[in-house]
Each structure stands twice: as C-alpha cells, then as structure tokens.
C-alpha cells in the first residue's frame, strides 16, 4: 500500500464554483500534514499546513481525520489561477522524510 | 538572492558525460535535500544533508553521487547516467530535519534529459 495515496483527478470545474478532493495515508504515526501547490514544470510550493482542528486560509480549509487517515482541501470561489496540481504529504515527528502523494490536479475554466 | 536556487535550470546530456547539479539555499537552513520527479509519480527522495552530513541515501544508484561542502550548498554529481534518469531533479531545504512541522522549500529544479 502507498505510504499517501490521491485522487489523480483531473478535477474540471467552472470558475466561482466549489471543489473538494481528499487524501489517505497509511501511517497512523504520521504527525504532521501539508498540502503544497505544483504548478506545470514548476517546483511544489506550500500552500498550507494541517492542522488537527482543521485550518483555512482565505479560500482554502484544508481538514484533518486522524480516526480514518485521510486529509482533504476544498477550495471555495475557485479561480482559474487556482489551476495546478496539489500534492498530499505528511510526515512523522523527528523524521526528516517527506511522503508525498502523486497529486490531485484541478482545472478551473472560465 | 532569496529561497532556494538550482543551476542548471535544463541539462542535456549523453549517457558518458559527468555534469554536476547545483543548489543554493539563503534561508539559512540546517537540511537540505535531493528529490527525483519522474513523470505522474510522487516526489522521489534521493538524500538528505543535516548539517553537512548525509543522513539519508534512499537507494540511490552509485552513479548519483552528491556533496555538501557547506550549510548553504548542495551538489549533485552525475555520471554514465541512462536514459530513465530523465527527470525533475528537485532540491529543497528545511529549518532543520525533526521539526514537527518541516516545511521544506524548494528550488526551481533542474530538468534533465539524457541521450
């Protein structure tokens, strides 16, 4: 089993409109989340971290369930320029090693 | 400068050259590291420096052979590659390797391309 597994997508939505995409991980000593931004041939980038009582920034919450592994994003008034893709990673405390999902990617058109 | 630098940006080379990669990182960092993006698949990790020591070699093929001089700078040298190599080579650092909460940055990458 991958250590972070995602929905490739691609996710399509209209601009303005509300998209949501999840991501497992199979550590369940994992203690730290993230969900970094990866624009086309471009390097990741940190959007935000997660939580464990679930944050937001701006139009972005991303929400964390220890009980059933999973982390997710939504993105709310969706802008074309929120177009990438979004990598799941997580980590464990005291470890230095990321593990990073393949990447959710999400298309807004106009 | 600020963040995390990578030169070359793109690298062609054939299968018996020797080129070197080069990172940068201005944020004052104590880790940094090499990452391997091939194609629709996950970040790679390749090696970890914590203080100019190597504390991870993820199985990495002899023929990736990486140097860390100082804090700042990361090198990664490459010879008789093959043509699987071809990828996003990533550099990145963090504040240090055990936070709990160790976001890493990263550098532009260098995209390689082996004949």
Redesign the interface.
């Known amino acids: 089993r991958k250590e972070v597994e995602q929905d490739p997508g691609p996710f399509n939505v209209p601009e303005g409109a509300t998209v949501a995409f999840n991501c497992t991980y199979s550590n369940s000593a994992s203690q730290s989340f993230f969900w970094y931004r990866q624009d086309c041939r471009k390097e990741p980038k940190l959007l935000m971290s997660v939580y464990s009582s679930g944050n937001e920034d701006g139009r972005f919450t991303a929400q964390l369930n220890r009980a059933s592994q999973y982390i997710s994003l939504l993105i709310r008034d969706s802008k074309l320029s929120d177009s990438a893709t979004y990598l799941c990673v997580v980590n464990r405390q005291g470890d230095y090693k990321l593990s990073f999902g393949a990447g959710t990617t999400v298309t807004v058109r106009a | 400068e600020t963040g995390v630098t990578q030169t070359p940006r793109h690298l062609v080379m054939g299968m018996t050259n020797k080129k070197s990669l080069k990172c940068e990182q201005h944020l004052g960092h104590n880790?940094m590291?090499w990452y391997k993006q091939s194609a629709?698949?996950?970040?790679e990790?390749m090696f970890?420096y914590?203080l100019e020591e190597r504390?991870?070699n993820n199985s990495v093929p002899s023929r990736f052979s990486p140097e860390c001089p100082n804090s700042s700078h990361l090198f990664l040298h490459l010879h008789t590659l093959q043509p699987e190599d071809s990828a996003?080579y990533?550099c990145a650092s963090?504040q240090d390797?055990?936070g709990?909460?160790?976001?890493?940055?990263?550098?532009?990458?260098t995209?390689l391309t082996v004949l």
Request: no cysteine.
């Open positions: 880790a590291y629709k698949k996950p970040l990790l970890v914590s504390v991870e996003l990533l963090s390797q055990t709990i909460y160790n976001e890493q940055f990263f550098g532009p990458g995209r």
